[in-house]
């Protein structure tokens, strides 16, 4: 029964206007960025670089795919959540406010299997979010601008990395990225089953977000002790990938804080769904 | 024997400090069409709800098919089929679409044929691809029907099924409802707020109000009952309550105002009244007349 109404799920999904947003959200921010660096990329990088020009020379095209989709999950990690949560956090509550759980939950399903089945489609189209954001990022990038060595400034200077170096890390790097991006899926589905309405579960999502991000970067004793332990603290651990040496242990305590996320989530929808009065 | 398909016990369920259902108890045979009946607000949808456990009730005892719906959910789920409130579907997909995904989750193999079939069979052949949100209301209703009768249950349950339906459409779900039952032998619960609507085609029925149980039997015992509220409009309301008294030791209510007189009797002795009446010089100008159940269950509906 639960794949069978995994497979309803995904029918709904893939009928629901509102599931092609991130899509299409996507294609046209990432394609903005691929353009606009095209067109102008060339003296952004001159911009960059020009205080390293002096110590350093750089040979080749610093401005290549790879390059591009560093840049580009960089800049959209933050903001893929909220199309994430535009589809998973309407899966329960819409329903509510439609009327149709009422209709599913008199059929002889168990309230663990409809809600098990709505995390499984909410991760299947999670996942297809994060391979559209690999391809357009990573492959349109590298049609665009061609391969070729990554340079990538972080905290300890500047890592260079050889072009045959690049493609696991990336591989890697999305798969951490989607990890993160099921974090927030499982995070708004839970709220979804709090809320008999679309809005409010998004709306909390990306609440908590900012807020999130807010305590972390935020330089106040207090806060130390509980930053280690949020989410928002994880959604970056891609980046670890892109440094020399990749600190293995840091990015599998980051790889266990987000599915102890993930866990924690669900085990709470689940709690809460199945003592759920459902009076819509 | 008769076997129980139904068993509600001291059915109690509160939301937040008001308490909807505060004692409801009624029993569904095997082949009833059973009503429903309380006025808006009684605890009807409630006590549904809690029997289809789409709500936790606070106490009381359900069993459905001789289970208990905590033990056997799947198993009694599947031989019900229920429009609880209205009939809600995704909007975006076609009537089609909708019954497949339902029947991909209703316990039994439903093939593509038999969707078709029951579409047809609620009048919805040709709308089918349609897309749900292009749906009248009656036409809803029908799809809700389908998909409560594709699986083919033993026990359908019907919550005001009839609500802002034309006339057309009700004596059509009225008609639907008697040929399930007779036909093809299904028992069939339905609520209502209109006792006419149950009179027509229920067979048993329970009143409730204010959350309780108040009456349940046959819809033949608890309405043809011989005990008649009568109403006199005459010339002489006072001396017709005296003729009252002295000839047939009845009490009765009397309006000399209106010139009205109102008494509870057996309909066997109106005529005896009346022709008492004519016989001592009241001009009679109507006798109005009401079963003392619809007379109480109109008193329980103004009284909200």
């Known amino acids: ?280 | 024997m008769i076997q129980e398909v139904v068993a509600v016990r001291n059915l109690k369920k509160s939301f937040k400090g008001f308490q909807a259902v505060k004692d409801v108890s009624f029993a569904v045979h095997r082949n009833d069409v059973f009503g429903f009946l309380g006025p808006n607000g009684a605890g009807k949808s409630t006590s549904l709800r809690c029997m289809l456990s789409l709500i936790k009730e606070d106490s009381g005892e359900i069993s459905l098919f001789g289970k208990s719906m905590q033990s056997s959910r799947r198993e009694v789920l599947s031989k019900i089929g229920s429009i609880i409130e209205k009939p809600d579907f995704y909007k975006y997909l076609s009537a089609y679409k909708n019954l497949e995904l339902l029947a991909r989750i209703s316990g039994t193999s439903v093939s593509k044929s038999a969707i078709n079939d029951i579409l047809e069979f609620v009048g919805l052949e040709g709308r089918e691809n349609h897309r749900f949100r292009t749906f009248s209301h009656g036409m809803k209703q029908r799809l809700g029907i389908a998909q409560a009768l594709m699986h083919n249950p033993e026990l359908i349950v019907l919550d005001e099924p009839t609500t802002g339906l034309d006339p057309q459409g009700i004596v059509d779900i009225r008609n639907l409802i008697l040929k399930l039952s007779q036909e093809q032998g299904k028992t069939v619960i339905l609520s209502s707020h209109q006792l006419s609507e149950i009179e027509m085609i229920a067979n048993r029925m329970v009143i409730i109000n204010k959350g309780k149980t108040l009456i349940e039997g046959s819809v033949n015992e608890l309405l043809n009952t011989s005990q008649m509220v009568v109403r006199f409009q005459l010339d002489d309301a006072h001396r017709a309550m005296k003729l009252l008294q002295s000839d047939f030791q009845i009490q009765a209510k009397s309006s000399e105002l209106k010139q009205e007189l109102e008494l509870e009797i057996d309909k066997m002795r109106i005529a005896d009244v009346a022709e008492c009446f004519v016989k001592n010089g009241l001009r009679i100008y109507s006798i109005e007349q009401k079963r003392k159940l619809e007379d109480y269950f109109i008193k329980i509906t103004q009284d909200l």
């Open chain 1, 1 to 280: 029964m639960l794949l069978k109404n995994t497979i309803n799920e995904l029918i709904k999904i893939i009928a629901k206007p509102r599931s092609y947003i991130g899509f299409g959200a996507l294609t046209l921010l990432i394609g903005v960025i691929l353009l606009a660096m095209k067109a102008d990329g060339k003296s952004f990088i001159s911009f960059v670089t020009a205080s390293f020009e002096e110590t350093l020379s750089f040979n080749g095209e610093i401005l290549n795919g790879n390059l591009m989709a560093f840049i580009i999950l960089q800049m959209l990690i933050i903001h893929v959540p909220l199309l994430v949560a535009l589809v998973t956090g309407d899966l329960v509550s819409g329903e509510a406010a439609m009327g149709t759980l009422r209709m599913m939950a008199t059929k002889p399903i168990s309230r663990s299997a409809i809600l098990g089945s709505k995390l499984l489609a909410g991760a299947i189209y999670t996942f297809l979010l994060t391979l559209w954001m690999a391809f357009m990022a990573y492959g349109v990038g590298q049609w665009m601008f061609g391969a070729g060595d990554l340079i990538v400034l972080n905290n300890d200077g500047l890592v260079i990395i050889p072009g045959d170096d690049i493609l696991w890390r990336y591989l890697y790097g999305f798969g951490l990225a989607y990890l993160a991006l099921l974090a927030i899926a499982s995070m708004s589905i839970c709220f979804s089953v709090f809320s008999d309405n679309s809005i409010g579960p998004i709306v909390s999502t990306m609440s908590v977000i900012i807020l999130f991000t807010i305590i972390g970067s935020l330089d106040v004793a207090s806060f130390h002790s509980i930053q280690p332990f949020l989410l928002t603290t994880h959604m970056s651990a891609w980046r670890s990938l892109f440094e020399m040496p990749v600190p293995g242990p840091a990015i599998i305590n980051s790889i266990y804080i987000l599915l102890a996320h993930i866990v924690a989530f669900t085990l709470i929808a689940l709690w809460k769904f199945n003592r759920k009065d459902i009076n819509t």
